[in-house]
Each structure stands twice: as C-alpha cells, then as structure tokens.
T-cell receptor, first 115, second 113 residues
Framework: QKEVEQDPGPLSVPEGAIVSLNCTYSNSAFQYFMWYRQYSRKGPELLMYTYSSGNKEDGRFTAQVDKSSKYISLFIRDSQPSDSATYLCAMSLNAGGTSYGKLTFGQGTILTVHP | GAGVSQSPRYKVAKRGQDVALRCDPISGHVSLFWYQQALGQGPEFLTYFQNEAQLDKSGLPSDRFFAERPEGSVSTLKIQRTQQEDSAVYLC???????????FGPGTRLTVT
C-alpha cells in the first residue's frame, strides 16, 4: 500500500461546478501538505501549501487538512476549462531542525472541466 | 531566468547508453531535488542537495544513477548504461530554504529504446 492514496479519476465536470479532490495518507508524521497542478507535458505548479491541520483559502481554491482522519482535500469553486489538468497532492515530514521537504506524492487526479 | 529550467527537454537513448540531464534552479535557491515521474504516476523522490552537499540519495534506484551539484547551483543527473525501465520524466525542483515550497522545472522526458 502506498503512503499517499489518490483516486486517479478521471473526473469530468461542467464549467462552474465545485470540484472536490481528495487524498488519504498513512504516515501520521506528515506535517506539510501541498497541492500541485500539472498540465500535460509541463512540470507541477504549486497551488496551495498548508502546515498541519486546518483550512486555507486562495481565490477559488480551498485546501483542507484533517490530520485526525489522515485526509486532505482541495476544493475548486466556479471551475473553468483552464482548470483542466492533473492535480497532485504531496506531503512532507517535519522531523525537526535537520528535516527538509522531501515530497511524497499521490498518483494524481485527472480533471476535465468542459464548457 | 525566472523559473527552474531543465535540458534537454526530450532525450532518446539506446539501451546501454549513458545520459546526462541538467537542471538550472532558481537563482539563490539553496535546496534542489530530483524526482522521477513514470507515466500516469506522481513524481517519486530521487535525491536532495542543500547547496553543494548531497544530503539524501535514498531514492536513487540503482548505482547507475548519479547526481552532482558541484558549485551549489546547476545540477546534473547522470544515468549510466540506461535500461528500458529508466524511461520516465525526470523533474528537478528548487526551494529557497529547506524545501517545503518547491518549484518545479518542466522536466526531461527520457525514452530508452
């Protein structure tokens, strides 16, 4: 079993819909949680970055972290065709002063927003 | 430049050839990471540099893989005697500090025939 599980989809929604993307993880030591967006044949682009539990909002995007359930989510409001991409969750440990941000990724969810 | 750059963008190698993949991080970024992304999968960690020091190489799949960052800026990932299973996209990322916010380059797509 992988440390980070993510439903690969594909997920297809109409323009304007609210999109919910999720990941579960098994390692309770993960403390940093990120969402990346990856367009075809491009590198991942950092969307949201959260430390520990809670919510974070940035424009149409909201990231939620529930450490008690080992579950993270990304919500996209008023989805646009330009949001069509693969969304990757990623997480990292915080082991103290010598730790660093080695990322463990989910498989990625392919999202298509159709006009 | 403004972002992380990688070259070449595409590389085709015959099985058994050696390849070298280059990464130019964002200027001033201390941390540099290499990841391998197979088709339809998320990236997987290969190795980490803090300045010129390689602090973690636990993700390198075999001793055919070697990475360096001699002056703490540009990094090269070298794969010796390439095998078909090495076919993947190789991503480089850099970060201003210890790497909790990483910025990725476009990747090098390696195809071994």
């Amino acid at each position: 079993q992988k440390e980070v599980e993510q439903d690969p989809g594909p997920l297809s929604v109409p323009e304007g819909a609210i999109v919910s993307l999720n990941c579960t993880y098994s390692n309770s030591a993960f403390q940093y949680f990120m969402w990346y967006r990856q367009y075809s044949r491009k590198g991942p682009e950092l969307l949201m970055y959260t430390y520990s539990s809670g919510n974070k909002e940035d424009g149409r995007f909201t990231a939620q972290v529930d450490k008690s359930s080992k579950y993270i989510s990304l919500f996209i409001r008023d989805s646009q065709p330009s949001d069509s991409a693969t969304y990757l969750c990623a997480m990292s440990l915080n082991a103290g002063g010598t730790s660093y941000g080695k990322l463990t990724f989910g498989q990625g969810t392919i999202l298509t927003v159709h006009p | 430049g403004a972002g992380v750059s990688q070259s070449p963008r595409y590389k085709v190698a015959k099985r058994g050839q050696d390849v070298a993949l280059r990464c130019d991080p964002i200027s001033g970024h201390v941390s540099l990471f290499w990841y391998q992304q197979a088709l339809g999968q998320g990236p997987e960690f290969l190795t980490y540099f803090q300045n010129e020091a390689q602090l973690d190489k636990s993700g390198l799949p075999s001793d055919r893989f070697f990475a360096e960052r001699p002056e703490g800026s540009v990094s090269t990932l070298k794969i010796q005697r390439t095998q078909q299973e090495d076919s993947a996209v190789y991503l480089c990322a850099s970060s201003v500090d210890r790497g909790y916010e990483q910025y990725f380059g476009p990747g090098t797509r390696l195809t071994v025939t």
